[in-house]
């Protein structure tokens, strides 16, 4: 079907597969795939698109693309990435793919050099450019930037981030000293102590960090700062399977000097609590393998050997931390004094505990094998032995009530509280370490007068594992304001701008998840405020947390509980042990167990007096804070995480929305992070929660690139001569780019700026950049182009006016020319009558000759018979007279008329009886001779009646036809009063259905999303997803309707059993039932080929001559009725129905009418009028379809179509659809038309035809039925 033409169609595994159409159905296509045939896969018509004419052709800008969707910017970025071309854009936002192996020369100095100074466009994507322009916009707007890298686990955010310090630094930063070098070694520093391997990433950014590079008023790097967020201080205690903890523990394990290490008491990972429950091997390449001692490795390394990276090594990554220490000012006491800390977190995690059988109270002592353990870590802490085992196995509580400070009681702690407060302590230890060190970074990059900056957030994506707890809460609304900020700042903005400019852009609909967003953060019932209340209960608990997060967010749609979940192993989780959110990228289950403890960021009092008056002088910095020394009495100092992430969020949050934004969106290619292996369904999820579906329908109509107009003229202002200089900004441009030629359609004039289409700001950039000379030549171009255009304009005006002046002119004579013709039948009216009356009153007068030669032969009373003859004769004379000179009628006329006549036959039969006497054979003969030319004047007169009463009747079914083309105009009229009057009854109604179908949709693709999320998820833990079932509700507002309105269930036939059904059946019913579903499934394939039509101008119309018949169903007119009536029956939201329309007679079905209307070639309608082709579009109406279509060109073969054997060419509509009922003169009759079908062989056509001919007046001319 349609000649084969490529379309993409989905696949759960590629993302899109190419394939051909086998059969259009009620909701759905069927498609073929190139690459499996014999199969089929069928999709519903919104997620088929069609395929560029070159599947394996890629541009640098998706923008670029013929067919701009999702498909195709999925093969475009699969093909690019085959050439290991990671990087493309979509307007200014640029995707990055990880290729998980270092490219050559991509990010040299040499391709540093190549990016400065150029626009997006100018040279290949890449993340050098996007550094270049957020540099260039801060330079040139005089506005500080921003460059959000966002995209999930191990799609290479951490690394892109890396290479836009690099570039700014290395091509901006050569007058700053050190600072320069400070920014770039500051990464691996943070990255040592703020990342670790996940299942998804071997250097996972468990923190986020946004670093602003500050630059003075020369534009030159001065300083900078980081600011970081929600460090994963979990990750310290517990790992899940095949994950490390932090890189910094398995560095010093295998990279540290042999006399630090025998000083820290550094063990093989597997020998320490804290590292021992994950994967406890190093990153090593083969050299550094053969250097680590065999004393350094965990029994797992030495079975399963190193783990490989090619960016990690823990042997020499220790190495480049220390150096990064080094240059960020830190001296080697105070390197030493970072490593005894990090050293005495894991001894802490070593000790171990067990009941107290001395201790009448229950409670628990330290294990007799971890005290070295505890020895080492009080050592290393510098903290009392006995005092650390006492906070540890203890805590103080000061009763409220017993003097004036209260009395001092001390609680005995259980095993699991003592385990608990070990691990709090360390996670407390780590995050105030990690605070101090980039505390020492911020320190390292100091910045004296800064003028404006450039931010690079690099932060989390999206997360979702099988337990999911309070970190992946936190990120995944991080990326729920982050996708907000992405929609306001790049759709919602921007169309607001299209709109104040006034461009006339379409607008795009896309997801707002405000709501989600209200969900988590509002007051009183937002999910963190609800944490933090259940934190400050007496004896908070899980459960009854989220128990009052179901309770107070009863019918919240984002929310529900576990077992709603896609992922059958959430299905065991009960509702108080976990909430399920509908975030914008799919649903995720969170586990809330451990959300109040995490969500707890202090100490209880015995351990923070224990580290307060540490002999470690680095402890006591850390923990030197006011507020961390105010005890709450018998309770708990409660420091909420939350609500501090919160804070920090809209901090950063208040910064991106104050600065210019660039986006850089990440993607992981597959999820087993090798290096050439495209996961093209993963990879589409991806792309989906990024945003960049919205993208590509803004894009597809937007302009990304604009400029003022003002700034531009500021620019030639200078090299402008006087006369010049006084033009208007707008008029100056307009003038500018004309002059240079560029195309009208890749630029848009606003009321203030000038707008351009994808990659045409490169073009407008290189002429803001020439050289003196090149702009004085081109003032020249703009001086010569208004002259021209001014004489233009002259020539207009002068050949207007002479128009205007013969158009007078003419009016004049053909005013004159009406009121002649108008008094000419005016006159005809008035003595029409008269004229025929006295015309016809003289052909009596032949009588009176006749009785003259009669009278001439009588030989007696000849006198009297003269004197009746002369008596006849005055008689007509006088009726003669007394028309000429009397008003009389047609009906006096006639009778004075049938008088005359009545009086001359009696005159005659008195004469011939006289004559008889006398002479009668020859009187007989005469007779006879007489009666013959009165025969022969009769027949001669009945066939002049004859064919007058023909031409009556054709007047008259002409007169009928002309009634009958009113009569159903007025009926359309009526009817559409009727239809208004019922639209306004129904409106309240359809408005709460409209609101309800378009909640029912949004959630139709939430479940869509969130099945693919769980899809993905299922296939890194092999468990198992449900099925999606397709709701009644999904069905197509069409396919409902045909179930309503027919006996019939048509919609799993195939289209070519719908054809076969029509030429074969007999069933009358079943027989109109395939029609109406035969041409509804023409409609819906002809509207998707609408949609999706080629937007590249230039080669549409170079194909509208080839493709003229194709696209060319019917006239304009015709199609551009279907329009407008649709357009009027889905005015609003939601139109009310038509009523169906009963007054119809149900023989009017099979009527057949003819029409006949004019039409201009496709390939002729931008032409002048005198160079337009006119042709003849004809059509044969069996019932409501047509049957037989014919064009009659003037130059070319005429087109004849039949149903049946051309349905794809011919016109879908139905007849009241096409409006040709309603057009004046369009109908004609029977004969008319087939006269023109015999002249152009329309008779052997339909023979050679006549066994697929579906018409059933048709098939009865043929004798094909009965």
Sequence with gaps: MDGGKKIWVPHPHDGFKLGRILDIGVDTITVEPFDAPGSAISAPYNRVFPAEEYDNKDVEDNCALMYLNEATLLNNIKVRYTKNLIYSYVANILIAVNPYFEVPELYSSQTIKKYVGKSLGTVPPHVFAIADKAYRDMKALKTSQSIIVSGESGAGKTESTKYILKYLTESWGSHAGPIEERIVESNPLMEAFGNAKTVRNNNSSRFGKFVEIHFNQKHIVDGGFVSH??????????????????????????????????????????????????????????????????????????????????????????????????????????????????????????????????????????????????????????????????????????????????????????????????????????????????????????????????????????????????????????????????????????????????????????????????????????????????????????????????????????????????????????????????????????????????????????????????????????????????????????????????????????????????????????????????????????????????VLDLMQQGYPSRTQFADLYNMYKRYLPAELARLDPRLFCKALFKALGLNENDFKFGLTKVFFRPGKFAEFDQIMKSDPENLAILIKKVKRWLICSRWRKAQWCALSVIKLKNKILYRRAMLIKIQKTVKMWVCVRKYRPRFKGIQKIKTLRSQLTMMGQIVSQLKKDKSSSEKQVQAVAQSIEKVIQQIKTTRVTRQEIDKAYSGLVANINQTLNDLQKKLKQQKNKEEEERLRKIQEEMERERKKKEEEERKRREEEEQRKLRMEMEARRKKEEEERKRQEEADRKAALELQAQLEKEAAANAERQQQLEQERLDRELALRLAEEDQSQVEELQRSESQKSIGAAAAEDDKKYDLAKWKYAELRDTINTSCDVDLLEACREEFHRRLKVYHAWKSKNKKRNVQEKQLNNVKNAQTDERAPKAVMENRKTKDKRQTEGQNAPPIPPRTNVPNSEEWAQRYFRIPFVRPSDQHRDEAQRKKGWWLAHFDGKWISRQMELHPDKQPVLLLAGVDDMQMCELHLDETGLTRKRGAEILEHEFNADWRKNGGDSYLNSNRTRVTSKYLRKILGIDK
Excluded: W
């Excluded at 065991?572 to 975030?583: A, K, N, Q, S, T």
């Design 229 to 694: 967020y929600l460090l994963e201080k979990s990750r310290i205690c517990v790992q899940g399977p095949d994950e490390r903890n932090y890189h910094i523990f398995y560095r010093m394990c295998a990279g540290a000097p042999e006399e630090m290490r025998k000083h820290l008491r550094l063990l093989p990972p597997d020998q320490f609590h804290y590292l021992n429950r994950g994967c406890t091997q190093y990153f090593c390449t083969t050299a550094t393998d053969r250097q680590l001692n065999q004393n350094r490795k965990s029994k797992e390394y030495l079975q399963k050997g190193s783990l490989h990276d090619p960016q990690l090594d823990d042997v020499t990554d220790f190495k480049v931390t220390d150096h990064a220490m080094s240059q960020m000012g830190m001296n080697e006491n105070e390197k030493m004094a970072i490593y005894t800390v990090v050293a005495g977190v894991l001894h802490l995690g070593n000790i171990a505990f067990e009941e107290n059988t001395e201790d009448m109270k229950g409670g628990c002592k330290v294990h007799a094998s971890s005290e070295q353990s505890l020895a080492a870590a009080s050592l290393l802490l510098g903290t009392d032995k006995d005092e650390m085992r006492d906070a540890l196995t203890s805590r103080v509580m000061q009763a409220v009530r017993g003097g004036v400070k209260g009395t001092v009681i001390k609680v005995p702690l259980k095993i699991y509280e003592a385990q608990s407060a070990r691990d709090a302590l360390a996670k407390t230890i780590y995050g105030k370490l990690f605070d101090y060190i980039v505390n020492r970074v911020n320190q390292a990059l100091p910045f004296k007068s800064s003028a404006s900056y450039i931010g690079v957030l690099d932060i989390a994506g999206f997360e979702y594992f099988q337990v999911n707890s309070f970190e992946q809460f936190c990120i995944n609304y991080c990326n729920e304001k982050l996708q907000q900020f992405f929609n306001e700042r790049i759709l919602k903005e921007e169309q607001l701008l299209y709109n104040k400019e006034g461009l006339n852009v379409k607008r795009i609909d896309y997801i707002d998840n405000s709501d989600c967003i209200e969900l988590i953060e509002n007051k009183s019932y937002g999910i963190f405020d609800i944490l933090d209340e259940e934190n400050k209960l007496p004896r908070p608990t899980p459960d009854h947390f989220t128990a009052e997060v179901h309770d107070k967010n009863k019918n919240h749609y984002r929310l529900s509980v576990p077992r709603k979940s896609k992922l059958k192993s959430h299905r065991d989780v009960r509702d108080d042990e976990g909430f399920l959110i509908r975030h914008f990228a799919g649903a995720v289950c969170y586990h809330t167990v451990q959300f109040l403890e995490k969500n707890n960021d202090a100490l209880h009092a015995s351990l923070e007096i224990v580290v307060q008056e540490s002999k470690n002088s680095l402890i006591r910095q850390v923990f030197d804070d006011p507020t961390s020394k105010k005890m709450a009495s018998g309770k708990l100092t409660f420091i909420s995480v939350g609500n501090k992430f919160r804070t920090q969020l809209k901090t950063l949050m208040d910064k991106l929305k104050s600065t210019g934004t660039n986006f850089v969106r990440c993607i992981k290619p597959n999820s087993k992070m090798v290096d050439h292996l495209f996961e093209g369904a993963q990879i589409l999820s991806q792309l989906q929660c990024a945003g960049m579906h919205s």
